[in-house]
């Protein structure tokens, strides 16, 4: 089988409650022909130190940022670097399992070059340690219209679960920089469906952690910025356009199951209200949350 190597890229700022697991998780993966490329961007904590341990693989490689960049400069400051046919992410605080990137990459010995993007299903774990669920990733759409419409109505990308051709950059562009709210890999899945099939293991091999120090913690603002990047898809495909109520009532509706969820009990409501207000299809949202609980 073919080996081709993957370059790994991961962003780091003050992560050095979490970098010993996560870049552990790196080196127990089963498919040994990687990279991890660790971009320290300007930590002012141990992270740097932490990272000095690893260093010993000389598969792994650190490069620092001489000041604060955020992270999707980061990212593709590692994409600068990377030496690697294919791409991966993964984020300081979250981890993989040991045959993550070896079932990935056995799909894409066995598939042709329209497909650009493999993707995996994810375990979610709260470290309060009071809830504990897995994520049910979305399949893909059959063809490449079918699979952006789908993601264009929700993002059903974790970016710790996706594997992607490095050609694909070249043909759709670099993480947006100028996305300051955490959407970047968002941005760039929508452009790289534009091109390119994707494909799903529908196994768990990641796990993320959420904690109160995760960027993503503030999902009020992703949840607008999401509606933004989708506007930039409506733009270049019109055809969309009618679709736009459906997918402002499902981030508003998911967000709002989301935040009662922590005991926000006002604020989850008047956005699941929001959602059903914006189109029908929150109703079956709703109805399928019903179903799940009882």
Not at 37 to 43: K, L, P, R
Not at 63 to 80: E, F, H, P, T, V
Not at 103 to 112: E, G, P, R, T, V
Not at 137 to 147: H, L, V
Request: hydrophobic fraction near 40%.
């Amino acid at each position: 089988m073919n080996k081709s190597l993957v370059s790994i890229l991961m962003p780091v700022y003050n992560g050095s409650l979490f970098l010993d697991r996560s870049i552990g998780s790196v080196l127990k993966q089963s498919y040994s022909n990687w990279e991890l490329i660790i971009i320290d961007d300007a930590s002012t904590d141990s992270s740097v130190q932490v990272i000095h341990k690893f260093l010993d693989d000389d598969r792994i490689v650190l490069k620092k940022n001489a000041k604060n960049l955020g992270i999707s400069s980061s990212r593709n400051k590692g994409l600068d670097y990377s030496k690697g046919e294919f791409i991966a992410i993964l984020d300081q605080d979250d981890e993989w399992l040991p045959q993550k990137l070896e079932k990935q990459m056995a799909l894409f010995n066995k598939i042709d070059s329209t497909v650009g993007l493999v993707y995996c299903n994810t375990k979610v774990e709260v470290t309060n340690g009071k809830s504990q669920a897995f994520k049910k990733d979305i399949a893909p759409g059959d063809t490449i219209e079918e699979n952006l419409k789908k993601l264009f109505l929700t993002n059903f990308l974790s970016s710790l679960t996706v594997v992607f051709r490095k050609e694909c950059i070249d043909k759709v562009g670099n993480f947006n920089e100028d996305i300051k709210w955490g959407g970047d890999d968002y941005d760039l899945w929508l452009r790289i469906a534009t091109q390119y099939k994707f494909v799903f293991v529908d196994e768990v091999l990641c796990i993320r952690h959420e904690h109160g120090k995760n960027f993503s913690h503030s999902k009020k603002k992703m949840m607008y910025g999401s509606l933004e990047v989708g506007k930039e898809i409506v733009e270049k495909h019109p055809e969309f356009g009618a679709l736009q109520n459906q997918r402002a009532a499902l981030h508003y509706y998911r967000y709002g199951i989301e935040t009662l969820k922590t005991g926000q009990i006002t604020e989850g409501i008047k956005f699941v209200i929001k959602a059903l207000f914006t189109s029908p299809i929150a109703f079956q949202e709703l109805g399928k949350t019903i179903l799940n609980r009882f």
